[in-house]
């Protein structure tokens, strides 16, 4: 007994070894065993190679199980269509999925085609790790005569274009129609910032309901400083001139604190921010803790619908603002990209259009996304549509749409730090901890001292 | 041919220096293969300016210079992560070593209550414990209407307060005290038991047993989980980073949370190694400390 | 007398079992979450029964992500988990062996070298580990996955192992050392039975952590159908969209078995001490 444990463990130990040893070969095999036969082997991550003809590419997104879903779906679907063509599916949970990307960048071993957020674009195409696909739109390989040109060109990074905005999204001010229905309150679009604090006050004081506005990020502040010309994030800097435009959006703070209505920041610390299910407005058990409102997204409306409890209906007007017309965009919520370290850009790119331009294939997608860029297959995907989907469609189409501005340039490096250091500053406020003006101040000073070293990098 | 191997292999086995070499092989080229490398490189990066993206570039001692003079949220971090090792660690293992010697008796149901007191370490850092213990904390929370019940009406919100957030992370801490509690329990069945009972014989209480006998040699066990779990308590991530994400006003933020956040948010990745190598000089340092006061009150003759 | 002592019994069963339900409350909570509604598992957080008792979310989870269900995620976990735990048990033991019985150069070093290795956080190492591995011709395989094990890398295992071994008297090694045994055989004949416990108690831990570990194989798994279950646990919740918090409950439930019934399986060796079993031997 004891000689078979040991001979176990020597045994064991030395078979891990000569794997371990042996391993630079035979991982060659082993990843290539999926689709061809890979013929260099010290090229790593090099799923993708072409031989005999056959082709395969890898894709990588992020999402839940119904993106997961959906997308496999139209992968299938472009499968069956090309015979010669496999495409593997990675997907992974949002910050995972960025922690993977910077790693992969890092060892050149990117995915063929890879979901893009707005927020990285930028830093991902300065770094070269892109493609530019002009030259492929030129040849006609990928077609984007649907796409309004004001969304192709949130894929622009200098001259060229890095990534395909397939879907868009306003900002959207949700609310809790139900309760302003049952206590005779009403919302409008386009309020200014006196109606909207004239709806606070009277939600509060009739229901006790507080207000959220947009606690712990910059999504409302962007907003706001759209209103004064100003961009939020230029490259090396900050684009507001004084810490004043700051100061104003802090100074919304402190009138709530003073007047009450402002919600607990301790509520917070409870829940996962940007989590639609812990969400002041449908998640809390009495109204000093929840909040009437909620600073989102029009595609997030089908989201926070789903988790809000039942009886709840929520309905979305803009986000209040001096000016809408200045201040209303278009986010481009996901952009696809052909990387550097693709060995098959023309046939990523092909797929990147069948993605853009195929009804069946938008037929599986949906608005999951968000809401299509490609007017054409905009329109033929309606019929399909959840309700809350057809709301926010309706109200993108209706009231966004004819008053609003392009959207502000992608935000170059140092915007996440900027971006988190404000959100620091929020909650500073909300605790009293700081002035507005300080606060601004502060914002003003590190933030431009981020963004400049952030680009001389 | 096959002998004399044996016969060399037999007698570089009965010395003591090659033998000790031999054993320790697995471990030495493992730790050249697999740690050297990366550990140099990530050395390599705490002198550099590096965004993941694109290539590092040497700058010298910046980062460290920016870190001790620039850098406020840094401190807050260090000082949070002092606090919160030097506090949760000895009451976790004190907590571990009482539960061990409670379920060392053996009963008929002692396994079901080890792996009742070890399922708190199993579900280890998952969303759902994230979420469970925010609930429990709530303003509306299980605790505060539990103390509404004894007569203390509240709506405290434990998590939202910054002097006690940090709390409510080191009890999760000290909730999950499995792996120490299993190693004591394996330490506590090596005494022999004749010892126990030739100290009956003599007369000696349960106590003084304990204090005579269980506890001295329990020393080294101790010891060994005192240096763990001193520098679990400095890497201490995802108690943080699952819960509070440092908030409220950064009085959970862990060291480690904040080379995180440095490293993959903001993608200063060389400041984030140069803050790791920082953190592993302290801990080397805590380490070293302990290991010199070792002679003091580790028992280390055999039996 | 008797009548104290079944009294005792009963006040120590009875403050261990309440305790114990303290401590597993939060598990209770996940167990049963897992059997409510999605919608209604952060209304109702604060009852523990779920009012509509239902099997929905094992239904859905089960079903996993496009097409591989969660029995793919699992197999892979436990391929994982027990070929590292393999290794680490294994590789750990007889290194431990080495630092705790043999006096030899360069002893000290190694050993701090072991206690060093331990003292970076992992996220510091992700990158350079990468870029190393990617060297070697591992990515996209399992390889960094199990065969680094198989080095005694995990330092706190080593560890463990000597300070237990170190806590067998040596009277034994010097016996057997008078009979001509070699180091081999005293680390065979005599530690290795002893140590079961210490070997038990790491192999326990071995294994729930890697189990639980996902950044190594979010980082060189590079195909969904070879993620692990930690891995796959993630990606119900998205934030900014949905999140499908019954369905992750009910694989988080699911997930959590295997390291439980080894756990209960193995326990009864922990008990084993050196008395009982080891010096008759």
Known sequence: ???????????????GMMAGCGSSERAGDEQSASGTKGTDTEESGSEEGSTGGETNLTFAWWGNQTRNEM???????????????????????FNDYWNKMATSSAGHTLPDIIQMDYGYIEQYANNDLLLDLTPYIEDGTLNVSDIDEKNLNVGKVGDGIYGICLTVSPPALTYNKTLLDENGITVKNNMSMEEFFDVCREVYEKTGYKTNISYGNDVYLTYLLRANDEVLYEKGKLGVKSPESLQKYFEIYELGLEEGWLLDPGVFAERTLGSMEQDAMVYGNSPETMSWCSFIWANQLSAIQNAAPEGMELDMVTYPSPDPEKCNFLKPSQLFCVTVDSKNSEEAVKFIDFLVNSQECNEILLCERGILTNTKMGEAIIPKLSDA??????FTNNVIIPTSSQVNPAPPEGSSEVSSLIGKMIERGCYQEISAEDAAQEIFDQGNEIMAANADK | MAKTKRTIGHSLLTKESSAGVLFTLPFTVGFLMFMIVPMGISLYYSFCEYNILSEPKFIGLDNFIKMFTDDAIYMTSLKVTFFFAFVSVPIRLVFALIVALILLRTTKVTGFYRAAYYLPSIIGGSVAVAILWKRMFAIDGVVNALLGKI?????FSWLGDKRTAIWVLILLSVWQFGSSMLIFLSALKQIPSNLYESARVDGAGKIAQFFKITLPLLTPTIFFNLVMQMINGFLAFTQSMIITQGKPLNSTLFYAVYVYQQSFEFYNTGYGAAMAWVMLALIGAVTGILFATKKFW?????? | MRKKKIAGR?????????FGLLMIYPLIWMVMSSFKETSTIFTTAGSLIPEDFQLDNYANGWKGFAGISFGVFFRNSLFISVAATIGTAASSAIAAFGFARCRFRGRRILFMAMLVSMMLPAQVLMIPQYLWYQKLGWIGTYVPLIVPYFFAIQGFFVYLMTNFIEGIPRDLDEAAKIDGCSYWGIFVNIILPLMKPALVTGGIFSFMWRWDDFLSALLYVNKSSKYPVSLALKLFCDPGSSSDYGAMFAMATLSILPAVCIFIFFQKYLVEGISTSGLKG
């Not at chain 1, 496999?72 to 992974?92: K, M, W």
């Open chain 1, 1 to 15: 007994m004891r000689k078979v444990l040991a001979m176990l463990l020597i045994g064991s130990v030395f078979c």
């Open chain 1, 71 to 93: 997308t496999q779906g139209a992968i299938d679907l472009y499968v069956s269509e090309n015979p010669g063509v496999t495409i593997d599916g990675q997907f992974a949970e």
């Open chain 1, 389 to 394: 989907d057809k709301k926010a469609i309706e």
């Open chain 2, 151 to 155: 007569g203390i009406e509240t709506s």
């Open chain 2, 298 to 303: 580790v028992y280390e003759g055999g039996l």
């Open chain 3, 10 to 18: 009963i006040i120590y069963h009875i403050l261990v079992c309440g």
